[in-house]
């Protein structure tokens, strides 16, 4: 499930030894004949849950000292933003813990989780994809990942949805760029891009506005 991480930005910056992943089957540390993760839930109801031994013995082998942030993905966690990318980006361990089926026995969280994230309000499958959203985001502000120049731009923008960008050729398919960006006056470039700015804001995201 996690091949996308060994891809494009993040796969050269582990294969260039800047930050390491390590994924880890729960399954392998299952103490029984069938290596079974799963079982039914106590109180009735639909679905499995993930059984806490597999859990705890994972964990208790990743970080046998606690040295890390141990986050459980789950849509009851607070909501995962840039402000959160940030924080964790100042520690040195991340430990995400992937839910699967109707999620993890609550012990397991009680008794080993730090905090739970969420990445947002719909239904997936497993937690998976949740803790690659966050591997990707934190990944980035990791030393030599990605250029210094490219993490300041953000915070210049913030607040407003970005500018429409174009590149070559100036025309295509008869479609022109927007004169403005051809012109080479950069504070009419400037005084456009935050007009189409505020313009998309508006539109799409007037929360953010307020
Ligand atoms: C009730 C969404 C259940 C889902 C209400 C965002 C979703 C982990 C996330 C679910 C998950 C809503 C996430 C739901 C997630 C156990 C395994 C939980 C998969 C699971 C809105 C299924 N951010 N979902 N339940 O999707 O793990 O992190």
Request: glycine share 10%.
């Amino acid at each position: 499930m996690f091949a996308p991480l060994r891809e494009s930005v993040i796969g050269r910056a582990v294969n260039g030894g800047k930050l390491n992943i390590n994924v880890i089957n729960i399954r392998d540390h299952a103490e029984n004949k069938h290596f079974k993760c799963d079982d039914y839930p106590f109180g009735g109801g639909a679905g499995m849950v993930m059984m806490p031994q597999p859990i705890g013995s994972a964990i208790e082998a990743a970080d046998p000292e606690h040295k890390a942030h141990r986050i459980y993905m789950s849509p009851r966690g607070r909501v995962f933003s840039q402000k959160i990318v940030t924080e964790l980006a100042a520690k040195q361990d991340l430990l995400l813990l992937c839910g699967h089926y109707e999620g993890v026995d609550q012990r397991v969280i009680d008794m080993y989780i730090d905090e739970e994230l969420s990445i947002g309000d719909y239904v997936l499958t497993g937690g998976e994809l949740p803790a690659m959203v966050v591997c990707d985001c934190v990944a980035r502000y990791v030393d030599g990942v990605i250029s210094g120049e490219s993490l300041k731009d953000e915070s210049f923008s913030k607040g407003l949805l970005e500018y429409p960008q174009y590149t070559r050729p100036a025309v295509y398919k008869g479609v022109s760029v927007p004169e403005v960006l051809l012109s080479g006056n950069h504070a009419e470039v400037d005084k456009w891009r935050l007009e189409k700015s505020l313009e998309i804001t508006k539109k799409n995201r007037p929360d953010l506005l307020k």
